[in-house]
T-cell receptor
Framework: GQQLNQSPQSMFIQEGEDVSMNCTSS?????WLWYKQDPGEGPVLLIA?????ELTSNGRLTAQFGITRKDSFLNISASIPSDVGIYFC??????????????FGQGTILTVHP | EAGVAQSPRYKIIEKRQSVAFWCNPI?????LYWYQQILGQGPKLLIQ????????DSQLPKDRFSAERLKGVDSTLKIQPAKLEDSAVYLC???????????FGAGTRLSVL
């Protein structure tokens, strides 16, 4: 089956630093999503990408859909303490029986030191 | 707009017991998903409903897990009998559109002793 590999597995940074994490797949996706999960909560959608090469921003977050359709990255600029959490990438292929089915990476744990 | 509601938030049971989880999706969302999230991993899809029909249950351990979505709104996920390896967070999600935007509930944390 499809596998998503996220890196790094964890990051420890100082407040104000920029963060970069990425996700690679063994298969092609036509949709990439980035979620954040806080302790005791469900994942919350940060950014959705639908087109190869697409670059999308949401405040201090920027994500890109790789041109090979097998990878995506997420950048966080000027990190703040509330950025702490687990970041998941997810890929999907809309259409047919796989409509809506997300495959998740294993997550990147982000710790921000004040 | 109310989000995806799940209950209970926590459940502790002994192995071989039965347990059930409940989910109420966002109003108007036709698609409902149940995921299993083991500690340290991303969510893994167990079953997907479109209205009250099953679209994908290929990853559901059908010998012990069952799910239903009567009337195409609320859903229940049942485990009978539970095993130690079923300890995980069970997440429910729903979506409305064709762009795979899924909204998640807070989950039910299950501990099997």
């Amino acid at each position: 089956g499809q596998q998503l590999n996220q890196s790094p597995q964890s990051m420890f940074i100082q407040e104000g630093e920029d963060v970069s994490m990425n996700c690679t797949s063994s298969s092609i996706f036509n949709t990439w999503l980035w979620y954040k999960q806080d302790p005791g909560e469900g994942p919350v959608l940060l950014i959705a990408l639908y087109k190869a090469g697409e670059l999308t921003s949401n405040g201090r977050l920027t994500a890109q859909f790789g041109i090979t359709r097998k990878d995506s990255f997420l950048n966080i600029s000027a990190s703040i303490p509330s950025d702490v959490g687990i970041y998941f990438c997810a890929g999907a292929n809309a259409g047919g029986t796989s409509y809506g089915k997300l495959t998740f990476g294993q997550g990147t744990i982000l710790t921000v030191h004040p | 707009e109310a989000g995806v509601a799940q209950s209970p938030r926590y459940k502790i049971i002994e192995k071989r017991q039965s347990v059930a989880f409940w989910c109420n999706p966002i109003s108007g969302h036709a698609t409902l998903y149940w995921y299993q999230q083991i500690l340290g991993q991303g969510p893994k899809l167990l079953i997907q409903f479109q209205n009250n029909g099953v679209v994908d249950d290929s990853q559901l351990p059908k010998d012990r897990f069952s799910a239903e979505r009567l009337k195409g709104v609320d859903s229940t996920l049942k485990i009978q009998p539970a095993k130690l390896e079923d300890s995980a967070v069970y997440l429910c999600a729903s979506s409305m559109d064709t762009l795979n935007i899924q909204y998640f509930g807070a989950g039910t944390r299950l501990s099997v002793l």
